[in-house]
């Protein structure tokens, strides 16, 4: 099928005479002519249409690290993808000129790519991986599918970087053919959800819970936004939450710089960084890392049984790697868990 106004794969016929989309748990009911919150999802002639399929807005060669992924390959490239769109609203999007494109402005612009375009450029530039970034790759999942299914027989791999807002049947239809995810944790609170990025709490907690029952290695991602979500008590919660899931899940927490909608407040300082490490590791996290802080130890991996340090990193480079290909610390033998060949 061609670029754009593609068939979409997750919906059904409503009684109401609407067609009810089952992709992310927003669960909008579409009227003839309308598009759903994400604006890229519309209800033409009795269909449910992709209008961002193949349609890329950014194709770019970025470090694994830049994702971030720590775990997954060390020092590779991952050609990175994305269209317009996204089913969140988070006033504080630092992607927002082209998440919320579709929505501001009613168009869908991007360059037609087809699955089979991207899988070759991840080929041509010995990308180890394709990424599904930038803005939501759940709203641009029938595209991402197919790069999937193409990529595995080329033998390039899929990783995804995602708010997590998205069903349970789409992420099972990867049919393990995604490699890995980093899932955002923007907040334990329903409340921050709500207020800040117009969706919920529990249906990300199901994800990551998901994907990792699934075999999808899974890293966590969470922007810390001076006086919202940065208390010791929300972040401990979420911290013996990642535990609970498993313990080994590498934990990103990132410095807020304020952009879009939420200009109100500073930077993150670096001292809240660095306690909300000291929070992750006491509550029995492996690995936490710091994110935006250039320079800082917290980018690099250390052993959890006898502290050496394993990969070097300084911003998105890494320096050194001292994991063997089994994932294991050279010092002392202790298993690293992650995808290191
Ligand atoms: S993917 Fe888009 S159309 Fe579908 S439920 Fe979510 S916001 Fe609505």
């Known amino acids: 099928m061609k670029s754009g106004s593609h068939q979409a794969r997750y919906y059904e016929a409503g009684e109401d005479g609407k067609l009810h989309c089952t992709l992310c748990p927003h669960g909008c009911k579409l009227a003839a002519g309308q598009r759903g919150l994400c604006g890229v999802r519309a209800h033409v002639d009795g269909q449910l249409v992709s209008l961002n399929y193949g349609r890329a807005i950014a194709v770019h060669m970025d470090p694994i690290e830049k994702k971030p992924?720590?775990?997954?390959l060390p020092g590779s490239r991952s050609l990175s993808v994305a269209t317009v769109g996204c089913n969140l609203r988070c006033a504080h999007c630092q992607n927002h000129d082209i998440s919320q494109y579709a929505t501001r402005r009613g168009e869908v612009p991007g360059d037609p790519t087809p699955p089979?375009?991207?899988v070759a450029a991840a080929q041509r530039g010995a990308a180890a991986?394709?990424?599904f970034t930038y803005t939501e790759p759940t709203i641009?999942?029938?595209?991402?599918?197919d790069i999937a299914e193409r990529a595995v027989v080329a033998g390039v791999r899929c990783v995804s970087v995602t708010n997590g807002f998205v069903c349970e049947k789409p992420i099972r239809d990867f049919d393990g053919r995604l490699l890995a995810a980093n899932v955002d944790l923007k907040s334990f609170r329903d409340e921050f959800y709500q207020q800040t990025c117009k969706a919920r709490l529990k249906p990300v907690c199901d994800t990551i819970e998901r994907m990792r029952s699934l075999g999808i290695w899974v890293e966590v991602t969470t922007?810390?936004?001076?006086?919202?979500?940065?208390?010791p008590d929300e972040l401990r919660a979420m911290a013996r939450f990642l535990v609970s899931?498993?313990?080994?899940?590498?934990w990103h927490l990132s410095r807020f710089h304020p952009d879009n909608e939420m200009l109100d407040r500073g930077s993150t300082?670096?001292?809240?960084i660095a306690r909300a490490r000291q929070i992750g590791r006491e509550a029995g996290l492996r690995f936490v890392y710091s994110g935006n802080v250039w320079g800082d130890e917290g980018e690099s991996t250390f052993c959890p049984a006898c502290g050496a340090r394993l990969v070097e990193r300084v911003g998105f480079a890494v320096r050194s790697s001292r994991i063997d290909g089994q994932g294991a610390c050279p010092d002392c033998g202790e298993r690293i868990e992650g995808i290191w060949v």
């Open 69 to 72: 992924f720590f775990h997954v």
């Open 223 to 231: 922007l810390l936004i001076p006086g919202l979500n940065d208390g």
């Open 140 to 145: 641009f999942i029938e595209w991402a599918q």
């Open 116 to 118: 089979e375009a991207v």
């Open 269 to 272: 300082p670096v001292e809240t």
């Open 245 to 250: 899931v498993d313990p080994a899940m590498p």
């Open 129 to 131: 991986t394709i990424a």
